[in-house]
Structures are given as structure tokens and as C-alpha cells.
């Protein structure tokens, strides 16, 4: 037997599954990050990719916006690299005063003051004050133009405003939009709640009834209409200059691009491709997912992260194994509608047709899992919050193990993903 442990809330779990039926553990590789955080981020700084260095490109009186994101990203660590950026520009002869914080909320919520105080760090708090990007504050919006694929690009005038903007954020795999980082930073970071909504609905096919765009997945950007269309509203926009970071496996920030806001996000994804995407030569029957405990797996709307990149080690019919404690719930009551109370994938995309929001979408693609996968779900929530889903909810693993077993038989070529929300199994070409 193989024995192994996974995180499971604020706890471990250990298990055991036949030596044979073992193909191999998904996991993100420990690549080696070059030095500190203050010697990451100053490399990157110093080192633009395809664009001059930041202060290079400002003058003394020019005013610049940095779009920073907000709390829910606070394992980007900006309190880490924003100073860094302040300190260039300063030498640069940009005032204080002539820098505006504008948090990238997209459609969340407003900020309070601590929180702003969090994202800054103790010393630049001092110096300036955030501004919170309001998604439905019309009058704050200014229309700049229209995609190609139909999007009305409205974003924060406050940022059109400055004579730069300089984008920050951090940069892993994105379950629509191929990767996050970068131009999001635009959209949705700092659009119109109708433009996010127009640009996230490209996730679903454009002829009804087809369900959802395949194309706009984990790790993809070919023909990937979420993307290309942010791409299109980024243009629109121009940023100055772009500085994102990876977090290495111990959360710190181990890696850092710099410089054009286009090309240096496309390095920036290759380096997250060999960090966390794992090339597996053949799907298994079996994968037994976590999302790497608390609190990634604090509810079922976080949880949803690993069932996308879990459901792309196995077939369709294939069984899914997801370990996820959701003490909080389901974290959102859109995703637990749309689970609940519609009975198939076909009308749980036609609610999604008829008002599209991101919860909607995640509750639209959880059920289509379980619809096409066989779907286990180890939780501490109640089997009543998932009748009639499809999801067959149980207390442990071992007796999901037991049920799997007893469905398909014992012999079952099995992957194991023990940071499934990070992690993207990708099969070999």
C-alpha cells in the first residue's frame, strides 16, 4: 500500500491507496527563487523586460497611477514591493503628491481603512491614502471604447487622469481567463461592473446551447475570448509600465517581472508554467484533490479552484475525490442557486444567458463536473446543502475511497493532487 497525507482544513489526513494503482503526485515544483524578496524585486525593477526602466520612462510633474489590488490578494505581499516602486519614482521626481493608490476591486467590495493600511505597509501608509475602484459608481466611469467582441470598455477615470499607469498584481493560472496578473489589472481590475460582466461571459460558447467556450480555461490563451478581449480593453488603456510577482510554495514572493505591460506578463506565465503546471502522461480513473487545506478551502466558492484543475487529470467518467472542509459554507449563495435549484447543466446555462455574474458561472461549471465526472466531495457541510446536485457529499475519505471501490473496482489508475487550487495537470501532446 502507499501511504500519504493530505491538508484537509487546519488539519492533515492520511490515507492509503494499492502501490499499483498509483500513477504519480501533481504537484507544484520548488523552483528555486535568486535571492530575497528586496533582491527579487529590485532585479525585476532593474532588469525591465522590453521597456525602459520606470523612472526613464516619468518626468518631474508627471502624475501617475498604481493600481495595487485588493485585500482578497494580500498574498501578493504588496506591502513587500510597493515601496520599491514609491522609491523609483521618487528618484525619478515624482511628488508624493502626484501618486494615486487606486485599488483594483473589480465587482468586490469596499475597502476599510485598516485594510488599505495592510496593503500599503506600515511606512507608505503614512505617506498616502487608497482609493477604492467602485465598479457601479457610474459617474466615476468613462467610456473609452468597444472590443471587437462586443465589450463597452468603462473604466475608473481617476486613472485616465494621471499621465501613467503603472499596473501591480501577481500572476497564476486563472480558471477563465488562462492566467490571472496582468491585464486584469484593467479588466476587471478597475472596469464598469457592465463591462466585467460583457467580458466574463465570453466564458460560455457564442451559439446558445453549447455551454461553456472551451478554449477559456486554466493555462490557455488560443482562441481564449476572456483574455483576448481584456487584452483589447488593456490596449485601450496604455499602461506605462507593469510589475507583477509568483509567490514561491512558502507563500513569499519568489518571482518578479517587470517592464512593458504585455510582454513582461507573457514571461511572467511561462515562468508560473513551470512552477505549477505538471505534464502527466495519461489521465487517471481516480484523483483524490485538495486544495492544500485553510483556508483555501474555507468554502465551496474558494473550492471551486481545485475541482476545475482536478477535473483535467481524469476523463469524463473518470472519479474526482476533492478534500475541501468549506467551514464557511458555500462562501456564496449565487453558487449554492445555481447548484440547487436548477436540475440540469442545460438550464443552469440559460440562467447564466439571462444575467451572467461570476458566482452564477462557478455554480454553472461545479455542476457540470458533477453531471460528466464521478463527484465525491469530503466536507464538513451537510449532504442537504447538495441534494440534487449530482455530488455525492461524505464525511471522510476513507469511505468516499470505499464508495469509489465499490462502484468501479479496486484497480484504479490514480493521481494524486495535494495543492489542487495551484496546480494544472496538463496531459502530454
Known amino acids: ?21 498509483l500513477l504519480g503526485v501533481i504537484d ?42 485588493d485585500i482578497t490578494r494580500a498574498w501578493q505581499r504588496m506591502w513587500v ?18 501618486i494615486l493608490f487606486l485599488s483594483a476591486t473589480g465587482t468586490h467590495r469596499e475597502q476599510t481603512p485598516e485594510e488599505h493600511s495592510q496593503l500599503l505597509g506600515e511606512e507608505l501608509s503614512k505617506r498616502f491614502t487608497v482609493v477604492d475602484h467602485k465598479c457601479l459608481a457610474h459617474e466615476d466611469m468613462i467610456y473609452i471604447g468597444t472590443t471587437s467582441y462586443g465589450t463597452p470598455v468603462k473604466v475608473n477615470k481617476k486613472a485616465l487622469e494621471c499621465d501613467h499607469i503603472v499596473i501591480t498584481g501577481a500572476i497564476g493560472y486563472h480558471f477563465m481567463a488562462g492566467w490571472g496578473g496582468g491585464r486584469k489589472g484593467i479588466l476587471p ?28 480555461r486554466p493555462g ?38 517587470a517592464g512593458d505591460w504585455k510582454q513582461a506578463f507573457y514571461e511572467g506565465t511561462k515562468i508560473v508554467d513551470r512552477k505549477d503546471g505538471v505534464i502527466i502522461p495519461e489521465l487517471g480513473e481516480l484523483v483524490i484533490a485538495t486544495a ?37 459554507g458555500y462562501g456564496n449563495d449565487e453558487v449554492q442557486y445555481m447548484l440547487q435549484q436548477f436540475p440540469n447543466t442545460v438550464e443552469r446555462e440559460k440562467e447564466i444567458r439571462r444575467e451572467f455574474t461570476i458566482a452564477k458561472y462557478i455554480g454553472y ?17 451537510s449532504p442537504d446543502d447538495f441534494k440534487g446536485t449530482g ?36 496531459l502530454k501532446k
Open 391 to 426: 455530488i455525492t457529499v461524505v464525511k471522510n475519505l476513507d469511505e468516499a475511497l470505499k464508495m469509489v471501490y465499490q462502484k468501479k473496482g479496486t484497480q484504479l489508475k490514480t493521481w494524486l493532487m495535494p495543492h489542487g487550487a495551484n496546480t494544472l495537470p496538463k
Open 365 to 381: 461549471i461545479v455542476g457540470y463536473v458533477a453531471e460528466n465526472w464521478d463527484f465525491y466531495l469530503v466536507t464538513e457541510m
Open 81 to 98: 514591493y510597493l515601496p520599491f516602486i514609491v522609491d523609483e519614482l521618487n528618484k525619478a521626481g515624482i511628488r508624493d503628491e502626484d
Open 220 to 257: 490557455n490563451f488560443e482562441n481564449n475570448y476572456i483574455h483576448l478581449d481584456m487584452l483589447e480593453a488593456a490596449e485601450m488603456v496604455k499602461p506605462t509600465f507593469l510589475f507583477n510577482v509568483i509567490p514561491g510554495n512558502d507563500g513569499k514572493i519568489a518571482f518578479a517581472i
Open 1 to 21: 500500500m502507499y501511504s500519504y497525507a493530505m491538508n484537509y482544513g487546519k488539519k492533515s489526513v492520511e490515507f492509503s491507496i494499492p502501490s499499483n494503482n
Open 189 to 216: 481590475g478597475i472596469s464598469s461592473y457592465e463591462t466585467v460582466m460583457s467580458n466574463h461571459a465570453r466564458v460560455l460558447d457564442p451559439e446558445p446551447g453549447k455551454g461553456r467556450n472551451m478554449d477559456c
Open 292 to 328: 492544500g487545506g485553510y483556508p483555501k478551502d474555507i468554502n465551496f466558492y474558494q473550492s471551486s479552484k481545485v475541482i476545475v484543475n482536478a477535473m483535467e487529470a481524469a476523463p469524463h467518467g473518470g472519479s474526482l475525490v476533492i478534500l475541501s472542509a468549506c467551514n464557511e
Open 28 to 69: 507544484s515544483e520548488s523552483l528555486a527563487s535568486e535571492g530575497s524578496e528586496e533582491e527579487i524585486i529590485r532585479r525585476a525593477l532593474e532588469n525591465p523586460i522590453g521597456s525602459p526602466r520606470l523612472g526613464e520612462l516619468v518626468k518631474p510633474g508627471d502624475s501617475v497611477c498604481i493600481i495595487v489590488s
